[in-house]
């Protein structure tokens, strides 16, 4: 993917160096997932490394670019922009004609997982959650668990991260409540008041992201 190397390159360049470094750490995750699972290596190099290239934007940047783009924004995307990074950035790549179609869903869905998600997509989701820097003490398990099986890991990723954001009272993604639906999952009812991305970017928020989110 050498037009890939070279849409990147500039754009990685404009992340904190925080962020680079998480990017890599889920680039190199996601690739071991993908070798391990029989996906392709590079797709799932390039996808880590681009999930994240619109997390530093500010709301009304990425509002704005949102509709630029054409994408949809819906409440909650209005109250939590940063919803809008995965998509965003997603839609640069096809702008660009750099990726496929498995990489684009893999970074529009990161944030909040959806139903139908294919392997590359949710390799991306648990490596995001589980990388290294993430530094929550569950993480190593859930790695080990998606080594050993892909769909386990992130049905485990997925409850993780649910059980996360109800203990801050928290509401979830419609999109990730359909991908609970869809695995058997229960999905509480949402309590009280404020939306939130929580975890749904709030990965930023996440004790168990003591080294950041995204
Ligand atoms: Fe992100
Ligand atoms: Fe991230």
């Known amino acids: 993917m050498a037009s890939m190397e070279h849409w990147i390159g500039p754009r990685l360049a404009l992340l904190s160096a925080h962020r680079l470094r ?7 995750l996601t690739r071991a997932l993908a070798e391990t699972h029989g996906l392709s290596s590079e ?3 390039w996808a880590g490394l681009a999930h994240d290239l619109a997390r530093e934007w500010s709301r009304e940047r990425l509002l704005a670019e949102a509709r630029r783009l054409g994408l949809p924004v819906e ?4 109250r939590e922009p940063v919803l809008l990074h995965g998509p965003v950035a997603a839609a640069w790549m096809q702008e660009a004609r750099v990726g496929n179609a498995a ?8 944030t909040t997982a959806a139903p139908g998600m294919g392997p590359l997509a949710r390799a991306l989701f648990v490596a995001d959650g589980t990388e290294p820097g993430r530094g929550y003490p ?6 080990r668990l998606a080594f050993e099986d892909l ?10 991260t649910a059980r996360y954001l109800a203990r801050r009272g928290l509401r979830l993604h419609p ?9 058997g999952l229960a999905v509480d009812e949402p309590r009280a008041d404020a939306y939130h991305g929580g975890r749904q970017d709030g990965r930023d928020a996440n004790p168990r992201q ?5």
């Not at 409440?75 to 209005?78: F, G, I, K, N």
């Not at 769909?151 to 993780?160: C, F, H, I, S, W």
């Open 75 to 78: 409440e909650e995307e209005r």
């Open 138 to 143: 569950e993480a190593a398990a859930l790695r």
């Open 43 to 45: 797709a799932a190099y």
């Open 175 to 183: 999109r990730m409540q359909a991908a609970m639906a869809e695995l």
């Open 103 to 110: 990489m684009w869903e893999a970074v529009r869905f990161h």
């Open 22 to 28: 998480h990017s890599e750490n889920v680039a190199e």
């Open 151 to 160: 769909t386990a890991g992130y049905r485990a990723v997925l409850e993780e």
């Open 210 to 214: 003591s080294s950041g989110g995204g």
